[in-house]
Structures are given as structure tokens and as C-alpha cells.
């Protein structure tokens, strides 16, 4: 069967994982039983454009979101591509089909009042863990680093006496990010019981008690648990403080370009995605507020 064809292609000449490949049959064999229900057999040189635009809406009324539809469709054109080559169709059916628009979700954010509740009154314990997790937590909310840059942070890269530290981002691109006496003193503080407490000589800064450094899940779980004791947001993750940073430099006046450089975005139409959150939550307080709202 050209299917197995297919999936054998994905297999072993692209090398694509069993997973994937797995997911590339359950899709096609759902084309292939919509088909059959209509015309009893799935034939590919007989399919048609208004076919697909068909079942993207038998998807799209049975619940599948926007993003599923797309990636089923994404299969599809892959399938149609490779027909195509081996010349076992001569129409790619697909050619016209734009798949539904992702809905786009404004990023979760926490109030500067809950930050400061967090920060300034939530207890970390006194030992190296608790004053290394409250750093952690500091860090990424004042410079709004991602998780992986901070995990990738060396003692080299943060100069205290210029108050400024060197990221590197999403492609080895490297950024200066400053910050301030408040940050400058905490840091001090956790060097100073790091240095005192913990083995070895690892060049990294944040490490564990054993001397290594930090790693995804650990530094997803110290945030996770810390942020839980200040809010109920739904999403408790890295991101969310460096959605926070964002956030909380547009709502006190921050130019849109300084906003982009610190964060190491490429394209200043991804940091404009935080102007809609602000102005969201600017509607809240209205409707809030005013009696006429």
C-alpha cells in the first residue's frame, strides 16, 4: 500500500522516530476511514480539495482544536508531497488548503504585589538550598532570563562591581542585561554561603549541594513549589516570571525595543505580545472601576 510506502520513507530514510512515525499512521488512517464512509474507497489521485475542507470541519465540530487539525493536515501534505515524487499522483489536493488560525493565548503573568509577597515575606529557610531557590526566583524575575540561560549562567558571566550579567541565549547569541543593588546584594549573599558550603569547583553558578550544575526539572520544581505559595495561576513554570518581567517593564513605561534587546527576542513582533497583556489587564481595572463600564 502506498501508505506503508510512506511511513516506511519517514522511517528509514528521514530517520523519523517510532512516535512520530506512529502519528503519521493514525492520521492518515483517519483520512482514510472519512473517505470510505463517503466513497467507499480511499483512492489518492481521486481525492479532492473540497474532501479535505470537508473533514477539517467533521474535526473541527467533533472538538479538535486548531492546532491538531493543522498538525493532521501537516501529515496529510507530507503524504500528498511524496506522492507526487514517486509520480503516483500528478495533483497535490492540499495546494489551496490554509488550515484554521491558532487562537492565540496571552501569556500568564503574576501582580507585582504577589512578587513582592514572595520575595519580601514568604520564609526560604536559611540554608544554602532556601537562599539559593530565592535567588533563583529573583533572577528570573528581574531579568527575565529563560530557565536555560540562568542554568547556563557561569560566575564569569556575572560582573557584581558593574552590576551587569552576559546571557547566552537561543543560538549562542550573547546579551548584557543589567541589574540592580538589590539583586547585587542577594547574590553576594548566596556567594558567600555557596563558597563556604558546597564541595568542588564548578565554573557554573547556580549548582546543588553536591557542586554540579542545575538542571530542567530542578529548577522547574523549585519555582513550581515556591510560586504555588502566592498564586493559583494555573501555569507555575520559569516562563511565567520571564512573561512577569515583561510585563511589569511595559506597565511602568518600558520602550518596546529595551523590552525586546533584554529579552534576546529576534523579531520585535514577539515582544509585542506582552503590549496585548498589559492592555488586558488595563480592561480589567476599567470594568472594574468605572460605573458605566
Known amino acids: 500500500m502506498l501508505t506503508d510506502s510512506f511511513l516506511n520513507y519517514l522511517r528509514y530514510e528521514?530517520?523519523?522516530?517510532?512516535?512520530?512515525?506512529?502519528?503519521?499512521?493514525?492520521?492518515?488512517?483517519?483520512?482514510?476511514?472519512?473517505?470510505?464512509?463517503?466513497?467507499?474507497?480511499?483512492?489518492?489521485?481521486?481525492i479532492?480539495?473540497?474532501?479535505?475542507?470537508?473533514?477539517?470541519?467533521?474535526?473541527m465540530d467533533r472538538g479538535y482544536t486548531a492546532?491538531?487539525?493543522?498538525?493532521?493536515?501537516?501529515?496529510?501534505?507530507?503524504?500528498?508531497?511524496?506522492?507526487?515524487?514517486?509520480?503516483?499522483?500528478?495533483?497535490?489536493?492540499?495546494?489551496?488548503?490554509?488550515?484554521?488560525?491558532?487562537?492565540?493565548?496571552?501569556?500568564?503573568?503574576?501582580?507585582?504585589?504577589?512578587?513582592?509577597?514572595?520575595?519580601?515575606?514568604?520564609?526560604?529557610?536559611?540554608?544554602?538550598?532556601?537562599?539559593?531557590?530565592k535567588l533563583i526566583l529573583e533572577v528570573l524575575y528581574v531579568t527575565g532570563i529563560r530557565r536555560s540561560e540562568l542554568i547556563g549562567l557561569n560566575d564569569k558571566d556575572v560582573d557584581l562591581s558593574g552590576e551587569v550579567m552576559k546571557v547566552t541565549g537561543k543560538r549562542n547569541k550573547q546579551r548584557l542585561i543589567p541589574f540592580g543593588e538589590g539583586l547585587s546584594i542577594a547574590i553576594k549573599a548566596y556567594l558567600t554561603v555557596r563558597n563556604e558550603t558546597v564541595a568542588g569547583n564548578s565554573?557554573?553558578?547556580?549548582?546543588?549541594?553536591?557542586?554540579?550544575?542545575?538542571?530542567?526539572?530542578?529548577?522547574?520544581?523549585?519555582?513550581?513549589?515556591?510560586?504555588?505559595?502566592?498564586?493559583?495561576?494555573?501555569?507555575?513554570?520559569?516562563?511565567?516570571?520571564?512573561?512577569?518581567?515583561?510585563?511589569?517593564?511595559?506597565?511602568?513605561?518600558?520602550?518596546?525595543?529595551a523590552v525586546k534587546e533584554l529579552l534576546g527576542h529576534s523579531s520585535l513582533a514577539t515582544t509585542e505580545i506582552y503590549t496585548h497583556t498589559t492592555f488586558e489587564e488595563l480592561k480589567k481595572v476599567y470594568n472594574q472601576a468605572h460605573p458605566r463600564a
Open 14 to 46: 528521514r530517520n523519523y522516530s517510532d512516535k512520530t512515525v506512529t502519528a503519521y499512521r493514525e492520521d492518515l488512517e483517519q483520512f482514510r476511514r472519512f473517505v470510505e464512509e463517503r466513497v467507499d474507497s480511499f483512492i489518492p489521485d481521486r
Open 203 to 257: 565554573e557554573a553558578f547556580f549548582v546543588r549541594e553536591n557542586g554540579q550544575r542545575l538542571y530542567d526539572g530542578l529548577v522547574y520544581e523549585i519555582v513550581k513549589r515556591h510560586l504555588s505559595k502566592v498564586v493559583t495561576l494555573k501555569k507555575k513554570s520559569p516562563h511565567v516570571l520571564r512573561h512577569t518581567f515583561a510585563t511589569a517593564m511595559l506597565n511602568n513605561d518600558a520602550e518596546l525595543g
Open 67 to 133: 492546532t491538531s487539525v493543522n498538525r493532521k493536515l501537516s501529515s496529510l501534505r507530507s503524504f500528498y508531497k511524496f506522492l507526487l515524487k514517486r509520480g503516483e499522483v500528478t495533483v497535490d489536493p492540499l495546494q489551496k488548503i490554509i488550515g484554521p488560525k491558532k487562537k492565540k493565548t496571552l501569556p500568564s503573568f503574576i501582580k507585582a504585589k504577589d512578587m513582592d509577597r514572595l520575595l519580601d515575606e514568604t520564609d526560604f529557610g536559611e540554608g544554602f538550598e532556601g537562599i539559593r531557590d
Open 48 to 59: 479532492e480539495t473540497t474532501d479535505i475542507r470537508d473533514w477539517m470541519v467533521v474535526l
